[in-house]
């Protein structure tokens, strides 16, 4: 079983930036893509950026091109997500993901562990 300690969340005014950060209790996440989802209340969990095994490849929702961006640690078992320009809308729960495989996908049902999340509120 992997866990993932997701951490950096919180509250930032519209234009303001925050890293999100996540640790995997394993190594077994090396060899895997992760990914970053969110869900505000009421809505379904969307993908917002995913990255593959060796952080060659990376993935992102429209919304958030050129203003997030995620990245791995070497070890591959640290993902984090650097967000910036930050709107209203990005206020939710983001989660962090491991992939069943290599590469990443949006869907939800390619993820198989999941972090408890963390709370991410942008102020207007």
């Known amino acids: 079983q992997v866990q993932l300690v997701e951490s950096g969340g919180g509250l930032v005014q519209a234009g303001g930036s925050l890293r999100l950060s996540c640790a995997a209790s394993?190594?077994?996440?090396?060899?895997?893509?992760m990914g970053w989802f969110r869900q505000d209340s009421g809505k379904e969990r969307e993908f917002v950026a995913g990255?593959?095994?060796?952080?060659?490849?990376?993935l992102y929702r429209d919304s958030v091109k050129g203003r997030f961006t995620i990245s791995r640690d070497r070890a591959g078992s640290t993902v984090s997500l650097q967000m910036n320009d930050m709107k209203p809308e990005d206020t939710a729960v983001y989660y962090c993901?491991?992939?069943?495989?290599?590469?990443?996908?949006?869907?939800?049902?390619?993820?198989?562990?999941w972090g408890q999340g963390t709370q991410v509120t942008v102020s207007s």
């Open positions: 993901a491991v992939g069943r495989s290599s590469y990443a996908s949006t869907s939800p049902q390619s993820y198989t562990y």
């Open positions: 990255i593959s095994w060796n952080g060659a490849n990376t």
């Open positions: 394993k190594r077994t996440s090396s060899n895997n893509a």
